[in-house]
């Protein structure tokens, strides 16, 4: 099978968008971005400055309040104007981000069509936006209203696993109430969110609504601590989400920080075991296993565990590894060198522990891309709660099979972990299922279905170590954490 | 002759690659025939019909593809659904009709499968290759009567 083209071999020295003017940083900090396939360095990204994170928080704020002013009619047509031209450009974004994340073409295809769906449920703004009020709701004759009024400046500190959709998780949603936007791509994936910047610059969002910042702890640090800033969205691992909810708010700041995971998916005796296997192959393997939905724990309740251990073996072999550009590709590699070293030395330490390994993808090799940081499908068998892959996130295409007798035993099991982002369920049973949505504590469930992605219009939820702060990302939630509610009482003499 | 590359159907992506792959080649073949038998309006019309269907499948390809839903395939040959793009010398509507019908039948088999790949990974797409299938069957009966 051919490749895609990409869309181009080397991306250079990327640039700060701020105050609607591209700008190369003055820093003598640059990091290689490698596509993760290849090895191939595609693109050089400057550690900004902190002075040159404040100038886009300084422009960012001149800019808001004449944008504030905007009606949000007006402000939602940009957004319109924005989702044609990224539909244009929707195969172009999906090969740069497989060039620089390497996730598969059909998983960075899908992942642009969430950013468009951001984009889509933000146009909604004037009726998403409305306040409400009540007459005579003081006293007779005293009416009283709450409005929804933009803060001000608003930054994201995103991941690497998902360069396109994570910064219209926020950006879109914190625009469209009228304020305005700073984005740090991460330094590892920067190449999408820019590219798609200079899409959003030709929509005509005037000077500074939109910027961007490239670079790391310092560009996060200023953001998380300037005056100016009024909140931040950030999506990491749970250590980091916790430092950035802290020491955000300890600076004024709302924020709603995303962190890690260590999902469980339950397969009772009564799954219809083709379809399960199949859907969960998406959720074990889809993105390399680097998804904070992805499956990690596998739980089979009963008499299923062997039957399903051996399908999922059969189905997990056939799994194709390869440059995602390549369209029959299944999985890609994961996203660096370090990343690889991270998955490995948790298989090989779970294999110390005493797991079996019955598919080992630590040595997995696909010809022609020797520099590629692949690993296989790993599954490893006898996996008990004790252990340290049981516990602890390990963000690679790796199964870590447990059998237990009940589905309390499974809730329990998931009750123990410090994360709560999601959990899944599969079986035929009403009452199975109905248990499982209401007794597990975690933020997104699935019933049957191996990746609980919400959609645009729902908020992106997590529990305990998976999220720290109030209000989620994408929905009703983002209009919240975006606007405060400013009461207004009227009377008139 | 018209170059195909058909790819292995793993993903939903190069299943649509796959279907792109075989309106090219589908179309180039039916404007061969329309040239060796240029008195067969239908051979034109059908050339035409399987060039349009590409755009249908890239807008499908756009609009329907979520990352949620993603699962591989595993259950569909490649080898089961080439197509013969090479036109061998025909003389006649009846011959050319046979190298065509063979094509639709072909075509209508890929779509009919991958309809059912597609029922389990994204329902919103089996509607649209169902469709495709049936036409197919249906080129295939208008074919039959030259």
Redesign the interface.
């Given at each position: 099978m051919a490749l895609l083209t990409e869309v181009q071999k080397n991306y250079g020295k990327l640039k700060n968008y701020v105050n609607g003017e591209w700008i190369e940083s003055t820093t003598d900090k640059w990091l290689d971005i490698e596509n993760p396939a290849t090895g191939a360095i595609i693109g050089q990204v400057p550690m900004s400055t902190a002075d040159e994170t404040k100038a886009a928080i300084e422009a960012a704020n001149e800019a808001w309040w004449a944008w504030r002013e905007t009606p949000p009619i007006d402000r939602a047509r940009l957004f319109f104007k924005l989702k044609e031209l990224l539909e244009l450009h929707y195969e172009n974004i999906a090969r740069i981000m497989v060039q620089e994340q390497g996730k598969t073409i059909d998983e960075a295809r899908g992942e642009t069509r969430r950013s468009i769906e951001n984009v889509e449920v933000a146009a909604g703004i004037p009726s998403l936006m409305f306040g409400y009020n009540l007459e005579d709701g003081a006293a007779g004759g005293i009416d009283e209203d709450a409005i929804r009024s933009p803060l001000g400046v608003f930054g994201a500190i995103c991941p690497f696993n998902f360069p396109a959709m994570i910064p219209y998780w926020f950006w879109p949603y914190a625009v469209a109430t009228g304020n305005t936007y700073i984005i740090k791509p991460s330094s590892q994936v920067p190449i999408t969110q820019n590219y798609m910047t200079k899409i959003a610059e030709q929509a005509g969002f005037p000077p500074g609504i939109l910027n961007i910042v490239n670079g790391s702890h310092e560009v996060s640090d200023t953001l998380m601590e300037h005056p100016k800033v009024k909140g931040i969205s950030f999506v990491g691992s749970s250590p980091v989400a916790k430092y950035i909810y802290k020491h955000s708010a300890e600076n004024g700041k709302r924020v709603q920080a995303q962190g890690g995971a260590k999902n469980s998916l339950v397969v009772m005796p009564d799954a219809v075991l083709d379809r399960t296997v199949n859907n969960m192959l998406a959720s074990y393997y889809g993105c390399a296993g680097q998804r904070c939905l992805a499956g990690s724990n596998l739980v089979a309740i009963g008499n299923i565990a062997d039957p399903l251990l051996k399908k999922w073996v059969e189905s997990s072999k056939k799994i194709k590894m390869g440059y995602g550009l390549d369209e029959s590709v299944n999985m890609g590699p994961v996203v660096s060198a370090k990343a690889k070293k991270k998955v490995l030395d948790y298989i090989d330490g779970a294999e110390r522990e005493g797991g079996k390994i019955l598919l080992d993808g630590r040595n997995a090799k696909v010809p022609g891309y020797e520099k590629g940081h692949f690993i296989g499908p790993t599954v490893i068998d006898g996996v008990t709660p004790d252990m340290t892959i049981a516990k602890e996130e390990v963000f690679g295409p790796v199964v870590s099979f447990m059998r237990m007798e009940k589905l309390d035993d499974a809730i329990e099991f998931i009750h123990k972990s410090p994360f709560g982002n999601a959990a899944s369920i599969y079986t035929q049973s009403g009452k199975a299922a109905r248990d499982f949505k209401y007794k597990v504590q975690c933020g997104n469930i699935g019933i049957n279905v191996g990746i609980v992605a919400a959609m645009a219009y729902f908020p992106f939820a997590g529990y305990k170590d998976s999220f720290f702060g109030d209000l989620h990302g994408q929905g009703q939630d983002a209009i919240n954490f975006f606007t405060d509610r400013k009461v207004v009482i009227t009377r008139w003499f | 002759m018209v170059e195909c590359?058909f790819?292995?159907?793993?993903?939903?992506?190069?299943v649509?690659?796959f279907a792109l792959e075989l309106e090219k080649g589908a179309a180039g073949v039916y404007e061969e025939l329309a040239k060796a038998v240029p008195s067969a309006a239908l051979f034109k019309e059908l050339a035409e019909i399987h060039k349009k269907r590409v755009s249908s499948l890239e807008n499908m390809?756009?609009?329907k593809?979520?990352?949620?839903?993603?699962?591989?395939i595993?259950d569909m040959k490649r080898e089961n659904y080439l197509i013969d793009t090479k036109v061998p010398m025909v003389s006649d509507a009846k011959q050319a009709a046979k190298v065509a019908m063979k094509i639709e039948e072909t075509s209508s088999k890929f779509y009919t499968d991958a309809a059912k790949s597609a029922k389990?990974?994204m329902a919103e797409a089996t509607r649209f290759m169902d469709k495709l299938a049936k036409d197919n069957l249906a080129y295939k009966t208008k074919l039959g009567t030259l």
């Amino acid at each position: 099978m051919a490749l895609l083209t990409e869309v181009q071999k080397n991306y250079g020295k990327l640039k700060n968008y701020v105050n609607g003017e591209w700008i190369e940083s003055t820093t003598d900090k640059w990091l290689d971005i490698e596509n993760p396939a290849t090895g191939a360095i595609i693109g050089q990204v400057p550690m900004s400055t902190a002075d040159e994170t404040k100038a886009a928080i300084e422009a960012a704020n001149e800019a808001w309040w004449a944008w504030r002013e905007t009606p949000p009619i007006d402000r939602a047509r940009l957004f319109f104007k924005l989702k044609e031209l990224l539909e244009l450009h929707y195969e172009n974004i999906a090969r740069i981000m497989v060039q620089e994340q390497g996730k598969t073409i059909d998983e960075a295809r899908g992942e642009t069509r969430r950013s468009i769906e951001n984009v889509e449920v933000a146009a909604g703004i004037p009726s998403l936006m409305f306040g409400y009020n009540l007459e005579d709701g003081a006293a007779g004759g005293i009416d009283e209203d709450a409005i929804r009024s933009p803060l001000g400046v608003f930054g994201a500190i995103c991941p690497f696993n998902f360069p396109a959709m994570i910064p219209y998780w926020f950006w879109p949603y914190a625009v469209a109430t009228g304020n305005t936007y700073i984005i740090k791509p991460s330094s590892q994936v920067p190449i999408t969110q820019n590219y798609m910047t200079k899409i959003a610059e030709q929509a005509g969002f005037p000077p500074g609504i939109l910027n961007i910042v490239n670079g790391s702890h310092e560009v996060s640090d200023t953001l998380m601590e300037h005056p100016k800033v009024k909140g931040i969205s950030f999506v990491g691992s749970s250590p980091v989400a916790k430092y950035i909810y802290k020491h955000s708010a300890e600076n004024g700041k709302r924020v709603q920080a995303q962190g890690g995971a260590k999902n469980s998916l339950v397969v009772m005796p009564d799954a219809v075991l083709d379809r399960t296997v199949n859907n969960m192959l998406a959720s074990y393997y889809g993105c390399a296993g680097q998804r904070c939905l992805a499956g990690s724990n596998l739980v089979a309740i009963g008499n299923i565990a062997d039957p399903l251990l051996k399908k999922w073996v059969e189905s997990s072999k056939k799994i194709k590894m390869g440059y995602g550009l390549d369209e029959s590709v299944n999985m890609g590699p994961v996203v660096s060198a370090k990343a690889k070293k991270k998955v490995l030395d948790y298989i090989d330490g779970a294999e110390r522990e005493g797991g079996k390994i019955l598919l080992d993808g630590r040595n997995a090799k696909v010809p022609g891309y020797e520099k590629g940081h692949f690993i296989g499908p790993t599954v490893i068998d006898g996996v008990t709660p004790d252990m340290t892959i049981a516990k602890e996130e390990v963000f690679g295409p790796v199964v870590s099979f447990m059998r237990m007798e009940k589905l309390d035993d499974a809730i329990e099991f998931i009750h123990k972990s410090p994360f709560g982002n999601a959990a899944s369920i599969y079986t035929q049973s009403g009452k199975a299922a109905r248990d499982f949505k209401y007794k597990v504590q975690c933020g997104n469930i699935g019933i049957n279905v191996g990746i609980v992605a919400a959609m645009a219009y729902f908020p992106f939820a997590g529990y305990k170590d998976s999220f720290f702060g109030d209000l989620h990302g994408q929905g009703q939630d983002a209009i919240n954490f975006f606007t405060d509610r400013k009461v207004v009482i009227t009377r008139w003499f | 002759m018209v170059e195909c590359e058909f790819p292995e159907c793993t993903t939903f992506g190069s299943v649509v690659r796959f279907a792109l792959e075989l309106e090219k080649g589908a179309a180039g073949v039916y404007e061969e025939l329309a040239k060796a038998v240029p008195s067969a309006a239908l051979f034109k019309e059908l050339a035409e019909i399987h060039k349009k269907r590409v755009s249908s499948l890239e807008n499908m390809r756009q609009q329907k593809l979520n990352e949620m839903i993603l699962e591989p395939i595993q259950d569909m040959k490649r080898e089961n659904y080439l197509i013969d793009t090479k036109v061998p010398m025909v003389s006649d509507a009846k011959q050319a009709a046979k190298v065509a019908m063979k094509i639709e039948e072909t075509s209508s088999k890929f779509y009919t499968d991958a309809a059912k790949s597609a029922k389990s990974i994204m329902a919103e797409a089996t509607r649209f290759m169902d469709k495709l299938a049936k036409d197919n069957l249906a080129y295939k009966t208008k074919l039959g009567t030259l």
